[in-house]
């Protein structure tokens, strides 16, 4: 894979006071790419006085925005979290394929828009991801510890190498029957290597394979939302 420049991976959007008027809540299309259009899901308990926590959420390989929103939907009310979820590209994401371009920008925009309309916590703004997604998320997460305080891979695979910044929360589980992503080249390599970069994961191995069982996304959102309960 090819050196990444020191910008490479950077968002620019920001949380600020919104200035939308109009703020709906529940499930909504971002209307913001022609194909592979992103989700937003707002808790119905949503109200513009109180800043709300915000998970962007992203997709394994081949899968989309409505599956990675599917990863934690259910949990979005209960916790009170708003919910955003793109779609990469191509298959699956940029750096993967290449490098930081098209997805980056569709990550930004999405953020932009998100952070116009609502109110979000920037205490509590975490990037997660499953498979791929997670491999994204941690890459991202790191590239832009600065914007993001939290973040949640649920089996990544690796991590691409990027010039960090910031000292973001980490939260890594992986299955111990991983059959796509074994993990003991995966997540048992990946937590060390974090480990001496100076970052202290939460890490927790669960029984099965490629997947997110309910009590592990539960467990993430515990984490998450911990100081604020």
């Not at 939308?20 to 808790?43: N, Q």
């Not at 926590?53 to 934690?72: D, I, K, Q, R």
């Not at 703004?125 to 791929?132: K, M, Q």
Request: aromatic residues 8%; charged residues 20%; contains cysteine.
């Amino acid at each position: 894979m090819k050196s990444l420049r020191s910008t490479a991976g950077r968002l620019t959007a920001r949380p600020t006071l919104p200035l939308a008027k109009d703020a709906p809540t529940g499930l909504r299309s971002l209307d913001l790419e022609a194909e592979r259009d992103g989700l937003i899901y707002v808790p119905r308990d949503y109200r513009p006085e109180r800043a709300t926590p915000l998970v962007l959420m992203l997709h394994g390989a081949g899968g989309n925005a409505e599956m990675a929103l599917s990863l934690l939907a259910g949990l979005a009310d209960r916790y009170g979290l708003v919910l955003l979820a793109v779609s990469s590209q191509q298959r699956t994401w940029d750096v993967i394929v290449d490098d930081f371009v098209p997805d980056i920008a569709a990550i930004d925009r999405a953020l932009a828009q998100t952070f116009d309309r609502y109110a979000i916590d920037a205490q509590h703004l975490a990037i997660a991801g499953f498979s791929d997604g997670a491999s994204y998320a941690l890459s991202v997460g790191l590239t832009n510890g600065q914007l993001f305080t939290h973040v949640m891979a649920f089996s990544p695979g690796f991590v691409v190498p990027v010039v960090p910044q910031g000292k973001p929360r980490l939260f890594i589980a992986h299955g111990t029957r991983d059959p796509v992503l074994p993990i003991d080249r995966c997540s048992r390599s990946i937590v060390p290597l974090l480990q001496q970069a100076g970052y202290a994961p939460v890490y927790q191995e669960f029984e099965g394979g490629h997947s997110v069982p309910a009590h592990i996304a539960e467990q993430a959102m515990d984490w998450l939302m911990g100081d604020r309960f």
